[in-house]
């Protein structure tokens, strides 16, 4: 059973364009989505993260949409670049729970 | 500080071979991670030490063991490696930091091909 959905697998966007990478979860106990950003032979790296009690958080060029009644969170970039051609990871956990339930991955290319 | 580090960064062995891959955190994290990383199958976790002292077994745990040898060091073992276990194998610790935000902090992997 798949937690946390997440789509598209592959994603092209110009240079300039807005990046949107969704997630869908299952368990309604999930109150921590945090999205993660992983370069070619490195290791993942917190990029923003979000609680279901608001329903937008940005950092940058980086927002986290939350709509806690579909049960769904997305990743806008904007502005994209070429430097945030990436793997991007989506993720969940709940409560005192010191895991957390990872989405499949989105690989952004930002084409110059 | 060099955060989460992992050894060795690339392995092969042969089937039936054993090897233990070995992470170390200076961040004075009470929890670590294993995760393993395959090409469409997004990060899943192997085992994981909430504590030092504990360890339990998260999604795809067989075939492996663990120890947690103290707070700052993880060791996933592998006793008779099969090729369904190639993969990239992450390291992470994490605690909760301001804001009640949980970070886990990754290795930069060890990339294990079993033939």
């Known amino acids: 059973q798949q937690q946390v959905k997440q789509s598209p697998q592959s994603l092209i966007v110009q240079k300039g364009g807005i990046s949107i990478i969704n997630c869908a979860y299952e368990n309604t106990a999930f109150d921590y989505f945090p999205w993660y950003q992983q370069f070619p032979g490195k290791g993942p790296a917190l990029l923003i993260a979000i609680r279901p009690d608001v329903s937008e958080k940005k950092e940058g060029r980086f927002t986290i949409s939350f709509n806690k009644s579909a049960k769904q969170f997305s990743l806008h970039i904007m502005d994209s670049q070429p430097g945030d051609s990436a793997t991007y990871f989506c993720?969940?956990?709940?409560?005192?729970?010191?895991?957390?339930?990872f989405g499949k991955g989105t690989l952004l290319t930002v084409n110059p | 500080n060099a955060g989460v580090t992992q050894t060795p960064k690339f392995q092969v062995l042969k089937t039936g071979q054993s090897m233990t891959l070995q992470c170390a955190q200076d961040?004075?994290?009470?929890?670590m991670y294993w995760y393993r990383q395959d090409p469409g199958m997004g990060l899943r976790l192997i085992y994981y030490s909430a504590s030092e002292g504990t360890t339990d077994k998260g999604e795809v745990p067989n075939g492996y063991n663990v120890s947690r040898l103290n707070k700052r060091e993880f060791s996933l073992r592998l006793e008779s490696a099969a090729p369904s276990q190639t993969s990239v194998y992450f390291c992470?610790?994490?605690?909760?930091?301001?804001?009640?935000?949980?970070?886990?902090?990754f290795g930069p992997g060890t990339r294990l091909t079993v033939t």
């Open positions: 992470a610790s994490s605690d909760w930091g301001e804001s009640h935000r949980l970070e886990q902090y």
């Open positions: 961040m004075n994290h009470n929890s």
């Open positions: 993720a969940a956990s709940r409560g005192s729970n010191y895991k957390l339930t």
